[in-house]
């Protein structure tokens, strides 16, 4: 079955520290896609990162990185240098193309992420 | 510019009184989505659209009726609303449903709250 879980509901850091957030997923498919979204206290689902399930090359954008271990089937996502700004929630998210899935993203819980100044 | 837009943002109601949320693409995308998001739980799929008059149940449709007449508009329509549909709602639209990488735009997200 296809799953995704973010296991830390909470986190808190004070400015300048790196936080780490995991994400671990579950599929059958052999060709899917993977995303991490932050949602800041406005609201809206704001889009970081896309990777398919044949790319393992770690990714970096500016203060943010992504592992993606398919040996384990995680999907991590760190914040160097954290800031206030980063405070949100972050969604980590599954995508299955296949022609018999419903083209649903499969959310994990979320993680709330809190910097302190 | 491409977006997706939700209508209304904000909505406070009583229980069983039918509302609509508007949700419209720009993006002349085939698959459009609706999403709620509950504390602890993400988001959940409600109903899915693959095109026009083409639309399916997702993992939580229950409570909730969706159309889609024409291709940009997809509209949530909840007949007889209840206090646990009080929720973050989020419609989304991508270029096709099936075979891509599907990655979906979001609108703004609608804050209902059933009373």
């Known amino acids: 079955a296809q799953k995704v879980t973010q296991a830390q509901t909470e986190i808190s850091v004070v400015e300048k520290e790196d936080v780490t957030l995991d994400c671990v997923y579950e599929t059958r498919d052999t060709t899917y896609y993977l995303f991490w979204y932050k949602q800041p206290p406005s609201g809206e689902l704001v889009f970081l990162i896309r990777r398919n399930s044949f790319d393992e090359q770690n990714e970096i954008s500016g203060r943010y990185s992504w592992n993606f271990q398919k040996s384990t089937s995680s999907f991590n996502f760190t914040i160097t240098a954290s800031q206030v700004v980063d405070s949100a929630v972050y969604f980590c998210a599954l995508s299955e193309p296949g022609s018999s899935n419903t083209g649903k993203l499969i959310f994990g819980q979320g993680t709330t992420l809190q910097v302190k100044p | 510019e491409a977006q997706v837009t939700q209508n209304p943002r904000y909505l406070i109601t009583v229980t069983g009184k039918k509302l609509t949320v508007t949700c419209s693409q720009n993006?002349?995308?085939?698959?459009m989505s609706w999403y709620r998001q509950d504390p602890g739980l993400g988001l959940r799929q409600i109903y899915y659209?693959?095109?026009?008059?083409?639309?399916d149940k997702g993992d939580v449709p229950e409570g909730y009726k969706v159309s889609r007449k024409e291709k940009r508009n997809f509209p949530l329509i909840l007949e007889s609303p209840s206090p646990n549909q009080t929720s973050l709602y989020f419609c989304?639209?991508?270029?096709?449903?099936?075979?891509?990488?599907?990655?979906?735009?979001f609108g703004p997200g609608t804050r209902l709250t059933v009373l």
């Open positions: 659209s693959m095109n026009v008059e083409v639309t």
């Open positions: 993006m002349n995308h085939e698959y």
């Open positions: 989304a639209s991508s270029e096709r449903g099936q075979g891509t990488y599907n990655e979906q735009f």
